[in-house]
């Protein structure tokens, strides 16, 4: 039978039917629901609500705050979890900086708290307290030693108590607080008045965009032109998205995944330019690459079509540094291992494979001081998320059978 | 006893890492295992997650000087009193004397050092160490 595909993206529609794929901006004075309609309105009424599939990354994701001992282990730990949650908004508390850390004004979707292993005790006092009566959140999670979980419980309403994600040996352990965290942005979604409206059109449940992704990447392992290990590179209008194969970090996080996802969240070519464009002027590489692409600096204050693409090739570039160096983000990547670069999104209706291949010849021989680069490759037909579609599909068949 | 141990900065010599584990375990230790390639501030992090006592750590490319000189600050961002710090191996590049090394180290802040000391005798002295302080 066959289905009709959309994605509710922060700046533009895709659909994906019988005839293909197609992509519009959306119309921001509009309800998604009526924007949707009105611009796909034929299509969509050509299937039944059985064979429409939805996902959305619009409602931005989650906000959490993460409350963690060290930054080696439990606040890397649980970032790590919450990325691959779907969460994007992401701010952090180092337990012993926590009485001179800054609250966050903002309404925050979850609290976690972690730290140490089964065995410590004691790890917490007063300050936490004192700390969580300055927040506003809706929900709080604990997943750090269970030594301390019942003194916790007892200080703290509503506190949700979970496997620490930290086992005895210092290892991550993702599965407790992925899930809940998993069923969290679900239910966010679910709840979302604008989403809400969406399900007057599927009788399926809609997804988050990012978690589709993460579904398809064993799919596109399996696409003979991809070469393990690879990366998917996500440019999107708001926020960047990565999802790399653990092999590229030498982080001591064992776990059931294969994938990982790292998200820059001002780094998108619509609704972040601004940001995107200061990060660009901050990076000491950044004029030799406006030169070597034969413009000037002054094309990053213009909005035309040649601007546009500078600036995804600029944001190509600017994530490859963020991943490649050690620095405050709680990963590097190596990159001498990369065999090959996956390309997703709307910067692969806009960019040329030889606009993206000098971009990467460019990154290695400047930064990794190689001339030898990973394949690439362009998704333009948005393959990726069909195939993530499509599996998610496949594994509610099986589980209701 | 808890122990963190691991080879500190771009080292990967691995043999002496897994030796130390092992002995360290035969003597009654509980270690937790960093392995190679390990930043001065994870070895830090993996105590205070850990609550552990003695922090182990090992180098074999001779680089460890450049990697250990934020110890003193480390140390007392995280108030880490009671933490014994030990380190060996080949604490140097090329040729060195014990009189040169062992202060420069123990100004770092470390309690103990072994600078190309076999390892059942640097533990027998660790034992010996500890044995004293309580
Ligand atoms: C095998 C080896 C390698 C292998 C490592 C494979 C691996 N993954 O483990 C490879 C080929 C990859 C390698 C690479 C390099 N190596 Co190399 N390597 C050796 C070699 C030959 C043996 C090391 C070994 O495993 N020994 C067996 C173990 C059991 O002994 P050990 O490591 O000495 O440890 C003992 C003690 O030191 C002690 N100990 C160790 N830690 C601690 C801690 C405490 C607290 C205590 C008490 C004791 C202790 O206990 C152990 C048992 O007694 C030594 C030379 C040698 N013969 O020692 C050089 C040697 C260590 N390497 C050396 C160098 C320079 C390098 C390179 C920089 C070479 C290069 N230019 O590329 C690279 C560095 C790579 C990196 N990023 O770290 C030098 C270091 C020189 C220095 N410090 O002055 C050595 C000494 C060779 C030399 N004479 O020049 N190396």
Redesign the interface.
């Known amino acids: 039978m066959s289905k009709l595909l959309i994605d509710v993206g922060s700046t533009y529609f895709k659909i994906s039917s019988d005839d293909g794929v197609e992509q519009q901006f959306r119309d921001f004075s509009k309800t998604i629901f009526d924007d949707l309609t009105s611009k796909f309105g034929d299509t969509i009424n050509k299937y039944n609500k059985e064979s429409v599939h939805i996902c959305s990354s619009a409602n931005g994701g989650l906000s959490t705050l993460i409350i963690g001992?060290?930054?080696?282990?439990?606040l890397k730990y649980a970032k790590n979890i919450a990325f691959n949650s779907g969460i994007n908004i992401i701010d952090t508390v180092l337990y012993?900086h926590i009485d001179k850390s800054a609250v966050p004004g903002d309404l925050l979707d979850v609290v976690i708290v972690v730290?140490?292993?089964d065995?410590?005790g004691g790890i917490y006092d007063d300050k936490l307290f004192k700390y969580l009566e300055k927040l506003s959140y809706s929900n709080i999670v604990y997943v750090g030693s269970q030594k301390d979980a019942q003194y916790l419980s007892k200080n703290i309403e509503s506190l949700v108590v979970l496997e620490n994600i930290?086992t005895d040996?210092?290892k991550m352990k993702e599965e407790a607080l992925k899930e809940y965290l998993t069923n969290l942005y679900q239910q966010d979604i679910v709840g979302k008045e604008d989403i809400k409206h969406l399900y007057e059109l599927t009788s399926n449940q809609i997804y988050s965009t990012p978690y589709i992704v993460n579904q398809s990447l064993p799919y596109v392992d399996a696409r003979h032109e991809v070469i393990n290990p690879f990366i998917v590179v996500d440019i999107g209008g708001a926020t960047t998205d990565i999802h790399y194969s653990r092999d590229l970090s030498?982080e001591?996080m064992l776990s059931e995944s294969e994938y990982d996802r790292l998200v820059f969240k001002k780094l998108g070519v619509y609704k972040s330019k601004e940001s995107l464009i200061f990060a660009a002027k901050n990076n000491e590489f950044v004029y030799e690459l406006l030169n070597y692409l034969n413009v000037t600096e002054n094309i990053l204050e213009q909005t035309d079509e040649k601007a546009l693409r500078v600036l995804m090739q600029l944001s190509i570039f600017l994530v490859l540094c963020k991943v490649s160096t050690h620095n405050s983000m709680y990963i590097t990547l190596n990159l001498h291992l990369l065999k090959s670069i996956v390309l997703t999104g709307g910067i692969t209706k806009v960019l040329s494979f030889e606009e993206v291949e000098s971009i990467v010849q460019f990154f290695y021989k400047k930064i990794l001081h190689t001339t030898a680069i990973p394949t690439i490759l362009l998704d333009s037909n948005y393959d990726i998320w069909t195939l993530g579609m499509n599996a998610i599909e496949d594994k509610r068949i099986e589980n209701v059978n | 006893m808890k122990v963190v141990t691991g080879v500190v900065g771009n080292d990967i010599h691995v043999v002496a890492n897994r030796l130390i584990d092992i002995s360290l375990q035969a003597r009654g230790f509980e270690v937790?295992n960093?392995?190679v390639?390990t930043?001065l501030?994870?070895f830090?992090?993996?105590a205070?997650?850990?609550?552990a006592d003695i922090i182990l750590i090992s180098s074999l490319n001779g680089e460890a000087e450049g990697w250990c000189r934020d110890l003193q600050f480390l140390r007392a961002?995280?108030a880490l009193k009671n933490v014994v710090f030990v380190i060996g191996g080949n604490l140097s590049v090329g040729e060195a004397k014990d009189e040169d090394i062992v202060p420069k180290y123990e100004s770092y802040g470390f309690d103990l050092v072994f600078h190309q000391v076999d390892l059942n005798t640097g533990l027998d002295k660790l034992e010996e160490f500890l044995g004293k302080r309580s």
């Open positions: 001992l060290t930054n080696s282990f439990s012993h730290g140490g292993i065995s410590v930290i040996k210092l030498r001591n | 937790f960093l392995g390639n930043h501030e994870e830090i992090d993996a205070v997650e850990s609550d961002e995280y």
